[in-house]
C-alpha cells in the first residue's frame, strides 16, 4: 500500500510535523510505503533522515510559501503531482480550510481511494472571511474526503462543516512518547548546567514557532512581571520563525536580553524541557498543541491561555488564564505557585487520557488499512 502525507506547509519543527513523524516512527511499516510531500520545502534534515530510513521519499514542490496568502496555486501542481505516483491513501494536514479542501479535490481527481483530511489548529476567531472559506469550500469537504480527522473537537469545528463534526469527525489525539518524555533528574541537571542556569533560578519555557499566533510577547510581559517580583528568573525560548527577530528586538527595548535564551531550532526538545520549571502558552489560537501534551509529560506545570482547548488539561497542575494585558499579574503569581511542581510522574495520566503514542499509532494505522 502506498500512502502520502501531505503538508499544506513546510516541512519544520512544528506540531503537525512531529505528529507525523511520532506515526512513522511507532506504527509498523510492514506492508506499506510512506512518502511526505510538502508544496513548498524542508528545512528539517533530521525528519528527511527518519522519513528516507523508512523507505519513504520526502517531496518538495519549491513553491514560495506566505502565510496568509491565497493557497490556490497549489491546485495545478498537486494535481500534476497525485496523477503521477498511484498513492492508495493521502493523509493531508493543514491548518488551512482550503488546504485541506483543495489537497482532497485533487486527490480524488487522480483517483485516489482513501482521502483522510486532518486539522490541526483552530481559528482564533470565527470571522466573517473564515465564514466564507467554510462556506465556499463546503460542497468539496461534503465531496470529496473519505476521512475527517482532527487533534482536538475545537480544530474539527473550524474547519469542517456541523454536520460532518457532528456524525463523521475522528479525534486523533496528539499522542507522545512517555519513555521520551518522561522526568529525568539527571538530564535536567545536566541541561541546567550546560545552559549556566543559576541553582535557584525560576525557568518559565515555552516551545513554538515564532509567530502571531504563539503570542511571544506576552511571555516577555510574564517574565518582567515575575522577576519585577525578585526572583531571579529566566525564559527559555525554542523553537523559530518570522518573528522572532521582533521577539529579539522587543526583549532588548525591555531590558530582558540576559534573561530570555533564544534556544532555535532543536530535534531533543523533551531534554531542554527538563530544565524548565514552568511551561507556558499564551497562544491567540490553538487544536490541541503537543507541546502541552509534552511538557505535562515530562512533568511540568502548565499555564495556558483561554485559548487553548481543556482537552489539553491532563494533570492536576493546569491552569487557564486570559493571555490579556490586565491578566500579565496573574501569570507571574501563577508561575510562583507552580514553580517548585515540576517532577511528576504523569506517565499514567497521560495514557489513560489515550495519549500515548502507541495508542495513536495503531488508531492510525486501522484507518489506513481498513
Partial sequence: MKILQMFGEPVSHGGQEAFVIN?????????????????????????????????????CLGMKFEPGGSRLNLIAPLKKFLSGHGYDVIHIHSGSTSVLAEGARAA??????????????????????????KFVMNAVMF????????????????????????????ILKNGVDTQKFSFDAQMRSYMRGRLNIPENAVV???????????NHEYLLSVLAAVRIRG??????????????????????????????????????????????????????????PIVGVEAQAVGLP??????????????????YLPADGASVGLWADKVLQFADKWGADNTASLKNAGFDVCRTADILRDIYLS
Avoid at 502548565?302 to 491552569?319: D, H, K, W, Y
Fill in 23 to 59: 506515526m512513522l516512527t511507532h506504527m509498523p511499516s510492514d506492508g506499506m510505503t510512506i512518502d511526505v510531500l510538502t508544496p513548498y520545502y524542508c528545512d528539517n534534515e533530521h525528519y528527511r533522515d527518519i522519513i528516507e530510513s523508512r523507505g519513504g521519499k520526502l517531496y
Fill in 302 to 319: 502548565c499555564i495556558f491561555s483561554s485559548a487553548v482547548t481543556n482537552e489539553v488539561a491532563l494533570t492536576s497542575n493546569v491552569c
Fill in 108 to 133: 480524488q481527481s487522480a483517483g485516489i481511494k482513501k482521502i483522510i483530511v486532518h486539522s490541526h489548529c483552530a481559528a482564533e476567531k470565527f470571522t466573517l472571511r473564515h465564514a466564507a472559506v
Fill in 143 to 170: 465531496g470529496c474526503p473519505t476521512h475527517y480527522a482532527a487533534c482536538s473537537r475545537i480544530a474539527g469545528q473550524s474547519k469542517y462543516p456541523r454536520r460532518i463534526v457532528k456524525r463523521r469527525l475522528i
Fill in 204 to 214: 518559565l519555557g515555552h516551545v513554538g514557532r515564532f509567530s502571531y499566533q504563539k
Fill in 231 to 288: 526572583i531571579d528568573a529566566k525564559l527559555m525560548l525554542i523553537g523559530s520563525g518570522e518573528n522572532m527577530q521582533n521577539v529579539i528586538s522587543l526583549a532588548q527595548k525591555l531590558g530582558l536580553s540576559q534573561h530570555v535564551m533564544f534556544i532555535g531550532n532543536v530535534n531533543n526538545v523533551n531534554d531542554y524541557m527538563q530544565a524548565m520549571d514552568v511551561f507556558l502558552l499564551p497562544s491567540r489560537f490553538e487544536g490541541l
